[in-house]
């Protein structure tokens, strides 16, 4: 989707859970939102993380509307940014889709956002949190992405889950391609992002280590979120948004907070400066 006014929609997906996609997919949007930007993020998996986080238990008005029809809401957490919460039965959705011999299965999204055009470019951004699978659902939101985010952690299963994810990506882009037209007709392009690399005193550990190696030598890694307990808790049960919590001078006493706010700030703008170079081209 590249016409004028339409938000650029990103997409966090690699198919390992418990990678941190649904953390970067809250810190990006708070960032932006911060920065003034409208921000609209999409829970599309259906263990509902994302939307627990605001305490959102809604079973009405949910993203699987978005596949079986009916309302969709996107609601107001935080200043600039909406959410529209997941639901669980979106788990099945696939398999109806696929029994009911659903047409153009994977622009079930772009259907929906062309009908919902007014309500969609009131966002500055879209941000899609997926589940860790590369399933129709999730090939809906990459299909109209700019970029796929992969967020990558220091453990086995997710650095494996790197080429997955990018096999999935291209066998999406074969399927979809326009022969009459011979264009493409998704251009996600996947983006890396590291989380949750670790120090023990001044020393990296060995899979931390691991991965700050691969990111030198794959060009798709913007750069990496460290390790930090305070990050954690914001994503949970805490409600304060780490970015509020990074102001307050309190924490902001302790030299490994001011480090940490550095970081983060800087793999934020590398992401800034990769999305819209992508935009571009
Ligand atoms: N930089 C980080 N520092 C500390 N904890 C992190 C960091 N990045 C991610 N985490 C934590 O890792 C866990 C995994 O995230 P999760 O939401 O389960 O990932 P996913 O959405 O990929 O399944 C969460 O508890 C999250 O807060
Ligand atoms: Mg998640």
């Given at each position: 989707m590249e016409e004028q006014n339409f938000p650029t929609v990103l997409t966090a997906a690699l198919p390992a859970g418990g990678t941190g996609k649904t953390p970067f997919t809250k810190v990006y949007g708070q960032w932006k939102a911060r920065q003034g930007y409208k921000v609209g993020m999409m829970d599309f998996d259906h263990q509902c993380s994302l939307s627990e986080t605001y305490d959102i238990f809604k079973t009405?008005?949910?993203?699987?509307n978005i596949f079986k029809g009916g309302d969709v809401e996107f609601i107001p957490v935080e200043d600039n940014l909406w959410l529209a919460p997941s639901h669980p039965n979106l788990q099945y959705e696939p398999a109806h889709l696929r029994a009911e011999g659903t047409q153009n299965i994977y622009f079930l999204l772009e259907d929906w956002i062309y009908e919902h055009e007014e309500e969609i470019k009131r966002f500055d951004y879209l941000l899609i949190d997926t589940h860790p699978d590369t399933d129709i659902i999730t090939k809906n939101a990459l299909a109209i992405s700019t970029a796929q985010i992969g967020v990558v952690m220091p453990i086995e299963k997710s650095v494996n889950a790197i080429p997955k994810a990018e096999a999935a990506l291209e066998k999406l882009k074969e399927d979809t391609y326009d022969k009459r037209h011979h264009e493409a007709r998704v251009t996600c392009e996947l983006v890396l992002i590291g989380t949750?690399?670790?120090?023990?005193g001044k020393n990296y550990t060995k899979l931390s280590k691991q991965l700050l190696q691969l990111m030198k030598e794959d060009e798709r890694f913007v750069g990496y979120i460290p390790h930090k307990e305070l990050f954690a808790q914001s994503m949970s049960?805490?409600?304060?948004s780490i970015w509020t919590q990074l102001e307050d001078e309190k924490v902001l006493k302790d030299k490994s907070n001011v480090a940490f706010k550095k970081a983060l700030e800087h793999a934020m703008i590398a992401m800034d400066n990769r999305i819209e170079e992508l935009q571009w081209h």
């Open positions: 009405e008005k949910t993203t699987l949750n690399i670790e120090k023990v049960d805490e409600k304060v």
